[in-house]
């Protein structure tokens, strides 16, 4: 992705492609494409991987600039503030790694969950105390559901 403006050029398999992109919330953008719009659930993994989620469909990205990436992650510095922890897809909730009120470190993972024959963690994105755990195991979440708040 190169970042013109509001304007971003994509390269999908080769393809380029032309886009109107706008972070609505974190990690969660707002896509035009050709007068169709998206909406894509970005989540790190690693230190130059994506695992994107649009319409139900995961997908995984690389980032040609990882010192960017890191840069925007915030990695030097963490977000700041309570961060909310989105399901990246929809799934169910198979191990909480953590309760409320424990202390986690940025990259630790909090809730396990099982997507499309996948386990996927779902890690913090800063260090802190869970303030709240809003899953318990077994149950089933949608795209972009807050399932933990990290103050």
Same mark, same amino acid.
């Given at each position: 992705?190169? /970042?013109?403006?509001?304007? @971003?050029q994509?390269?999908?398999?080769g393809r @380029?492609?032309?886009?109107?992109t706008?972070?609505?919330?974190?990690? $969660?953008? !707002?896509?035009? +494409?050709? =007068? /169709?719009?998206?909406?894509?659930? &970005? &989540?790190s993994?690693?230190?130059s991987?994506l695992?994107?989620?649009?319409k139900?469909?995961?997908?995984?990205?690389?980032?040609? %600039?990882p010192?960017?990436?890191?840069? %925007?992650?915030?990695l =030097?510095?963490e977000?700041?503030?309570?961060?909310?922890?989105?399901?990246?897809?929809? =799934?169910? +909730? +198979? &191990?909480?790694?953590?309760?409320?009120?424990d202390t $986690?470190?940025? =990259?630790?993972?909090? &809730?396990?969950m099982?997507?499309?024959k996948? /386990? %996927?963690?779902?890690?913090?994105?800063? !260090?802190g105390?869970?303030?709240?755990?809003? $899953?318990?195991?077994? /149950?089933?979440? %949608?795209?972009?559901?807050?399932?933990?708040i990290?103050?």
């Amino acid at each position: 992705m190169i /970042q013109t403006g509001a304007q @971003t050029q994509w390269t999908v398999d080769g393809r @380029t492609l032309h886009a109107d992109t706008l972070e609505v919330s974190p990690g $969660v953008y !707002s896509i035009l +494409i050709d =007068g /169709q719009s998206f909406e894509a659930l &970005v &989540v790190s993994q690693g230190d130059s991987e994506l695992r994107i989620t649009v319409k139900g469909h995961a997908y995984t990205a690389s980032v040609h %600039n990882p010192r960017k990436w890191k840069r %925007n992650r915030g990695l =030097g510095a963490e977000a700041e503030g309570p961060q909310q922890l989105r399901a990246p897809m929809p =799934g169910k +909730i +198979i &191990v909480l790694l953590m309760k409320a009120g424990d202390t $986690v470190e940025a =990259g630790q993972g909090i &809730v396990v969950m099982e997507a499309m024959k996948m /386990q %996927n963690e779902i890690r913090s994105p800063k !260090s802190g105390k869970i303030q709240r755990l809003l $899953v318990v195991e077994g /149950q089933t979440v %949608n795209t972009g559901e807050v399932v933990a708040i990290v103050g």
